[in-house]
């Protein structure tokens, strides 16, 4: 009988190098011989995508906090069933560019709706589906934001309603990953992502390693 795959999550604030680290990891995971399924989130799968337009456009500026939540929670009801559950069924180490802490930093913490709601709804949505390991990629917000503008400005990205939100906003997300972090240090593991990418990139394998040997 194939073992349960592992579950690894990817967070941090916009431009925190979130993603770069998880491609990174990716890569090495598959040259130590183990079988990878990468996703992201909001997205995910075909439907996702469909949602996550909607969910992103800068257009969008009179979406509620409710509906950004339940939109969220869509994309990852989706996704769950559809190819998270799936590869982990078969064995395989999934890793997802954000989960349920993304929610609940963003919409219950910075967008006041509270961690009670999105727990509730977590538990319909993801059924029980926790990662084994979270690594939040933390960066200063100034630097985060720069980043995330000068990423959209180059790809002349649409999907910004997020980034554009104010710079009080991003703070509150900034201190609530660092909150997780400090409130979960079992699983939620906070890494300095201003540190050059090799650098950061050794200290996310040092988290990943001992689940390797477990």
Same mark, same amino acid.
């Given at each position: 009988m194939t073992s349960r795959g592992l579950f690894i999550t990817f967070e941090g604030p916009d431009g925190s190098g979130k993603s770069t680290q998880l491609r990174l990891l990716a890569a090495r995971l598959r040259d130590a011989g183990k079988e990878v399924f990468e996703t992201a989130e909001p997205g995910g799968t075909p439907i996702g995508m469909q949602i996550r337009r909607v969910l992103l456009d800068s257009q969008n500026r009179e979406m509620r906090p409710i509906t950004e939540l339940l939109l969220m929670f869509a994309c990852r009801a989706q996704n769950v069933d559809q190819w998270i559950l799936p590869a982990l069924a078969e064995g395989r180490m999934v890793l997802s560019d954000r989960f349920t802490d993304s929610t609940?930093?963003?919409?219950?913490? %910075? #967008?006041?709706?509270?961690? +009670?709601?999105?727990? +509730?709804?977590? #538990? @319909?949505?993801? #059924?029980? &589906? %926790?990662?084994? &390991? $979270?690594?939040?990629?933390? @960066?200063?917000? +100034? $630097?985060g934001l720069k980043r995330a503008q000068s990423r959209n400005a180059r790809t002349q990205e649409i999907e910004t309603r997020l980034d554009e939100q104010a710079i009080s906003f991003h703070r509150r997300v900034r201190r609530a990953y660092q909150q997780l972090a400090a409130d979960e240090p079992s699983r939620v593991k906070l890494i300095d992502? %201003? #540190?050059?990418?090799?650098?950061?990139?050794? +200290?996310?394998?040092r988290a990943v390693e001992p689940l390797l040997l477990g």
């Open positions: 609940l930093v963003y919409q219950g913490v %910075a #967008r006041g709706l509270g961690a +009670e709601l999105v727990y +509730e709804v977590d #538990r @319909i949505a993801c #059924r029980g &589906l %926790a990662p084994d &390991l $979270t690594l939040v990629i933390d @960066i200063d917000t +100034e $630097t992502g %201003a #540190r050059p990418v090799e650098i950061v990139a050794e +200290e996310v394998w």
